[in-house]
């Protein structure tokens, strides 16, 4: 055969009807097994191949790619988000493009319009500290999105939260119960939604244990774990703080590598599970999501999109649970 | 307008050839900028977008995408590279699709067939440990691959390894030299390129310094950090080693978790390095390349295929290097 192998050839091959081979490799799977066997066998001789490209273009074709843009792959955090949302698309036939926004709008702005312009069928989007543009200023068409972890400003979109102020509170009091009385709050800019929760539940806690929060012991410059070791460092060198609050885990890592340098481990909890948690010593007790189960809901909200639902969009908010390890008493 | 605006439009509205259009959306930079600030103002005045897509599908264009297949994208190792990856190809203007193989290798072919239907312009590929098909089964056209941490079958792809012989033998070596005698291999299946190169190189080590490799020290069932904790568990019970080399970072972990649960820290090196390394306690020593630097590696060959050299094949061998933070001795 001279030209690539069709659809058109592999109908004729496999003696069915041409809409019955579209069904086939679209992934229908009420297709009559003997001629979904013939279908099988025809391409195979052929070598035949889908076109997602071409596919794509067509009116009423889709890419069967959907976009996620996080704010950094590298970050554990993310990197599990990004594998549940592959593993529940991928059972839907569709495939992930991963880009990390670094926080940034203007960097943000460009992911999406490549992803639109890559004719994406959907965007998942953990929304950058520094926010971009309007998502109404984008010209239409815009693919279904869902926003990830933190709340979008586009009103068209459902939504996959955590119960930040809850579990920041939970972790708050619980440090408050071992006896702490100046918690030290350890995060990123509280410009980051989650971070600004979190400090909320942070502050609610004390309030309602009577206790005032003191502005010296709020510590937001730890964007990365090195920042969060300084901050740690400057607590640790001035003594009033008796317990820290971590309010991500890469705030929880540059407490340990603080602790550890300095020999003295203060009471510690931490927002967001993390694979050191339960090797480090004391173990790191931490409040957080199922993240696996975060990624997935984030999917599973889209392909309901994709597959045309009219339901009212919906805020799905996962909650924070406490797994106490140690850490979080004094040593 | 009623249509959407094309790059005519855009030719037409800034008064310039559409040669000059076409060069300024695939972002070439010796434009005069006179020109090139007229087309910037008509593209934003018409809401003019590329359409990838259909760029794809046109003859000597391209999807502007690159596929990547690691085994697990959970897997920080896989993550740290995959975000290395994205970054550099994103500076040439692609993007990066990511999925997960699993180490399955039908499951790494149906990817390998997405991707390709998918038209990405090239593919960078962990290959799983159970092999899939032959390369050469595959119909062409096959985009430029570069098989990355283990050699792939395909004769016509560039190739990024590290020294997993010389770093073995070198975190074995520093193991005896802090007196052990009996040195534990804990790690994945050997069926994988890495993990039995390791072990080749703790082999060595060991034969090097007069000793015979004793094949009940060779734990070789660790797929996951669990395992690894099951295998090291054993370990312990049974005495005989006096310390332990963890194949690789969940090899690490699984020892980790094991020692901790068992208040019994036997030296232990791992290769490659993880987050936890330095926070647990004692800080974990290991042996390994620049993550970044290999991801970036990765990515710096595929684009030279896609500008087309035709350099040789090569394969980048980074070296592995011995950070040692004290969990290689006794305590």
Chains 1, 2 share one sequence.
Request: aromatic share 6%.
């Amino acid at each position: 055969m001279s030209h690539s192998p069709t659809m058109n050839d592999v109908a004729r091959v496999a003696q069915v009807a041409l809409k019955t081979v579209s069904r086939y490799v679209n992934g229908a799977t009420n297709i009559d097994p003997v001629l979904s066997d013939r279908i099988a066998a025809a391409i195979e001789e052929l070598g035949y191949r889908r076109n997602l490209a071409a596919a794509s273009i067509r009116p009423g074709w889709t890419s069967k790619m959907v976009g996620l843009i996080v704010s950094d792959l590298a970050n554990p955090y993310y990197s599990v988000l990004a594998r549940a949302i592959e593993e529940e698309l991928g059972q839907a036939g569709y495939m992930l493009i991963v880009a990390s926004s670094e926080e940034d709008g203007g960097r943000h702005d460009r992911l999406v319009d490549r992803l639109i312009e890559q004719r994406v069928d959907g965007l998942i989007i953990v929304p950058p500290q520094h926010a971009g543009r309007d998502w109404a200023s984008i010209p239409p068409p815009i693919p279904p999105i869902v926003f990830l972890d933190r709340p979008g400003s586009h009103v068209a979109a459902d939504t996959v939260l955590t119960q930040n102020v809850e579990g920041a509170a939970t972790a708050t009091k619980a440090l408050l119960d071992t006896g702490a009385k100046n918690v030290a709050f350890v995060g990123d800019s509280l410009e980051i939604f989650t971070i600004r929760e979190r400090y909320r539940g942070y502050e609610q806690a004390l309030i309602e244990r009577g206790l005032e929060p003191d502005p010296r012991l709020r510590f937001d410059t730890a964007h990365s774990s090195e920042q969060a070791t300084i901050a740690v460092d400057a607590i640790l060198a001035d003594g009033t703080a008796d317990a820290v609050f971590a309010a991500n885990n890469r705030a929880s890592i540059g407490a340990l590598l603080s602790f550890n340098a300095h020999d003295r481990h203060l009471p510690l909890i931490g927002f967001d599970d993390f694979e050191a948690a339960p090797l480090s010593s004391p173990p790191v007790s931490v409040v957080g999501p199922d993240m696996e189960r975060m990624g997935k809901d984030a999917a599973v909200l889209l392909l309901a999109r994709l597959r045309g639902t009219d339901a009212p969009f919906a805020e799905h908010v996962l909650s924070a649970d406490l797994i106490l390890r140690g850490s979080e008493r004094a040593r």
